[in-house]
């Protein structure tokens, strides 16, 4: 065996590979089966080390501040206590009393984010796809301009949402130039259906580029000659998009879709600074929890943060089951078998090219 | 060309520019509303009457505190940067380049972090940051944020180190490097642009962040830039500072929006790499 023994530095996957083409050897599997786990176990330790830093950081900053909100949310406010009439200085445990409070009378403020929540995703995810994919198609048939289009389609991505938030507070202020363009006095950021539709608008203008950039870069690997033979067929411009475009740009559109939900589930800044805080029309869930965290309310903060955590998973599982939604990118098990197959290959290369 | 091609080349045209001027049409408003005077912020005009930059010095005058603002974000989206960048770099390799158990898993939920809603760590934070009196420090701005930047870098350069060729690193092994030596010396390198346009996509979510820095901090000294600017006074109590507010808007997002400009093939590049597969 020792004509084949790769040099120390190089066998690092499966050199045993090549030693089981070689008949009349002694132990072959012997040999085989040891170089093989060895090989294994080295790359599993420097993954171990490579990943764990990540993931080590991931757990102090995710995993125990939502173990710490579970457990918070089972105990009440400081305060004074009914039963003995004194400033409790320790926080009481009340086990599930914040979570069933939503169905109670307290709960009016947490349905009302709810649906606020709700609604503002459904409505400014459905337009920024509509708008969203309009700009895609537009900019994949420009040729002249299209750099331009591009450099200004990622400004509003750019601009933090807390200054587009105070942009448009200014473009809606009653003096503004939206009134003055409309016509009309609405005093946008006042209580009122107007609230809603100035932050769906506000919200709309600043995510829907990034739709359209998304799916501009799936529009972009369908080849020509699907609608050269589509064309021959006979199909019209608008079969073409319905029956060729959209199923190809569906796993890309679908990607897409997902992070603006997730993103529009847990909208902050944009009502915030745009209308204000405590103001039904606009408070989302994320607003309601950081309100009453500020307010020394940990317990039905940590309440209100786990149900939109809940929420948010829901939805996400929603899309990966049900629409097929592929997060990672790398096509599942068959792209890994083939990267397996591949680097097979390239093992077998390098044992003959030692040997 | 026949004619309907010669409309249909015009209508093309036509929606270029409606595409440019939905992008910029409000950017566009806040540069003009930003050079007015104050005695006539409320114009409706396209352009200024006459171009003051009265706003400007108003927004560097000692009482907003504005230049210490810039240097809390600097100091905060950098530091999460460069934390984010440095462990990312290895996982992200790890992910790309070994085999391992439970590797669709682990970036699976690597991933999914991402997309968590902050307010749910911000709240248990808080309270833990109050009792052992973080609050108003840096520390307690950057772990928080290292929950987005952390997922957001580790994803796009996954993607990165994906599309360089196995075969560079091979050869190198062959030719008597170790996986370290060849990491060093061949990947670093050749990802360098991968790396650079994923600590600009990281660097902006980061500036961009303002749930975290609103609730950490109380104290003005500490407030980050976009916290400090929604929290401009005026004159009075019930004047709302318009100008001045226009003013530092277009302060924060030109260091961002000529980045933009200057990266864009790259930064677009980074946004659509998982989503163009």
Redo the contacts between chains.
Sequence with gaps: MADIKTPPGTAVDEPGRAADRRPGQPFPEAGLRRTRTRATAGSGRMATLLVSPTLLVLSVVVLYPTIMALKESLYGTKGLDPKTGFIRTTEPFVGLRNYTGIFGAAGDRFWNAFWNTTFFTVVTVGLETLIGVAMALIMHKAFRGRALVRAGILVPWAVPTAISALLWRWIFNSNGIANAVIGHQILWTTEGFHAKVAVIIAEVWKTAPFIGLLVLAGLQVIPKEVYEAARIDGASALGQFWHITLPLVKPALLVAVLFRCLDALRMFDLPYILVGAQKNSVETLSMLAQNEASNVRFGPASAYAVLLFLYVLLIALAFVRVLGADLVGDGGATGRSAGRRRRRITALRRAEVTA | MTITAKWRGRL?YV??A???A???A??Y??LV?SLRRTSDI?D?SLLPSTVSFENYRAVFSPSQGFTRALLNSLIVAGITTALALL??T??A???AR????F??L???L????S??????????????FTDIGWINTYQSMI??S??FA??LA?WNLT?FF?QMP??LE?AA??D????GQAFRKIIIPLAAPGIFTTAIITF?AA??E??IA??MTNKPAMQTA??A??KFSGATQFETP?GS??AA?VL??IP??V???LF?RR??AG???????
């Design positions: 093309l929606g270029v409606a595409v440019v939905y992008c910029l409000p950017f408003w806040m509303s409320f409706t462990l990312a290895f996982t390799y790890a992910m070994l085999e391992f158990r590797k669709r682990i970036l699976t690597i991933i999914a972090t997309m968590f809603p902050v307010v749910s760590i911000v709240v248990p934070l808080l309270k833990l772990v928080p290292m929950s952390l997922p580790v993607t994906r196995d075969e091979h092994m062959i008597g490097c170790t996986r902006i500036w961009n303002f749930l609103l609730s976009p916290v600017i929604s318009f507010q226009m808007g924060v997002t961002l929006v980045m933009v400009l864009q930064i677009v946004l659509t790499a998982g989503a163009a597969k």
